[in-house]
C-alpha cells in the first residue's frame, strides 16, 4: 500500500541556517504531497502541497518539489527562524479511491536555537 | 472563518471504561476525518465521512469504537472499552469536497490517556 518514510529527527539547527527534511513516498497511482507543521500546543497546519509530477509547493520562505523519478518530496528553507521550531509531516492523498484520505509519516521534529 | 472545534482537550480514564470525543467542523465542510495520532507517530485515518454518509472506516477498530455524524455536520467517536493502547491524541480534521487533494484543516485534537 501506500505509505511515506520521513527522515529520523530531531533536527537541531543554529538560527539562519539551511533546512532539508526528506521525504520520500511509496504509491501505486500519482498521489498529491504535503507538508503539514504541528507547532507546540497547536493542531497541524497545512504548510504546502503539490499535487502533480514538477509541481513546487511554498510557504513562508519554505519549499519542496514533488519529484516523481525519485518520488521524493524534501522540504528545504533557505534560513530558519527560532519560530520555525515545530514537527513537521510529509503527506499524501491515498491513490486508493480518490477519497482524499491522508497517509502521514512519522513526523520530524525541528529544534532552531538562537 | 472558525476553524474546527473539539472537546474535550483532554481525558483521562481507566481502562475498560468508555469515552467520546466531540467535533464540529469547518462550516460548510462536507468531509470529516477522523485521526489517532500515537506518540511518536503521524496520524492515522480511523473513519471519514462525506456529509453524514461513512466513506473509508477500514482502519477503525469496530469492536470497541464507533461514531456517527448526525445531520452531516458535527460528530462524536466513541471508545467502548478503551484499552491501554488507545491513548493518543483524536484529531478531527475537515475539508470542503468529496475528497482527492482538498485541504484539510485540523482540529487542536483531544489527548486521551488510558491508566
Known amino acids: 500500500g501506500d505509505s511515506v518514510t520521513q527522515m529520523e529527527g530531531p533536527v537541531t539547527l543554529s538560527e539562519e541556517a539551511f533546512l532539508t527534511i526528506n521525504c520520500t513516498y511509496t504509491?501505486?497511482?500519482?498521489?498529491?504531497l504535503f507538508w503539514y507543521v504541528q507547532y507546540p500546543g497547536e493542531g497541524l497546519q497545512l504548510l504546502l502541497k503539490?499535487?502533480?509530477?514538477?509541481d513546487k509547493g511554498s510557504n513562508k520562505g519554505f519549499e519542496a518539489t514533488y519529484r516523481k523519478e525519485t518520488t521524493s518530496f524534501h522540504l528545504e528553507k533557505g534560513s530558519v527562524q527560532v519560530s520555525d521550531s515545530a514537527v513537521y509531516f510529509c503527506?499524501?492523498?491515498?491513490?486508493?479511491?480518490?477519497?482524499?484520505?491522508?497517509?502521514f509519516g512519522q513526523g520530524t521534529t525541528l529544534q532552531v536555537k538562537p | 472563518e472558525a476553524g474546527v472545534a473539539q472537546s474535550p482537550r483532554y481525558k483521562i480514564i481507566e481502562k475498560r471504561q468508555s469515552v467520546a470525543f466531540w467535533c464540529n467542523p469547518i462550516?460548510?465542510?462536507?468531509?470529516l476525518y477522523w485521526y489517532q495520532q500515537i506518540l511518536g507517530q503521524g496520524p492515522k485515518l480511523l473513519i471519514q465521512?462525506?456529509?453524514?454518509?461513512?466513506?473509508?472506516d477500514s482502519q477503525l477498530p469496530k469492536d470497541r469504537f464507533s461514531a456517527e455524524r448526525l445531520k452531516g455536520v458535527d460528530s462524536t467517536l466513541k471508545i467502548q472499552p478503551a484499552k491501554l493502547e488507545d491513548s493518543a491524541v483524536y484529531l478531527c480534521?475537515?475539508?470542503?469536497?468529496?475528497?482527492?487533494?482538498?485541504?484539510?484543516?485540523f482540529g487542536p485534537g483531544t489527548r486521551l490517556t488510558v491508566l
Open positions: 503539490a499535487t502533480k509530477a514538477d
Open positions: 462550516s460548510g465542510h462536507a468531509t
Open positions: 504509491a501505486t497511482g500519482y498521489p498529491s
Open positions: 465521512f462525506q456529509n453524514n454518509g461513512v466513506v473509508d
Open positions: 480534521a475537515s475539508s470542503r469536497g468529496r475528497g482527492g487533494p482538498d485541504t484539510q484543516y
Open positions: 503527506a499524501l492523498t491515498s491513490t486508493s479511491g480518490n477519497t482524499g484520505k491522508l497517509i
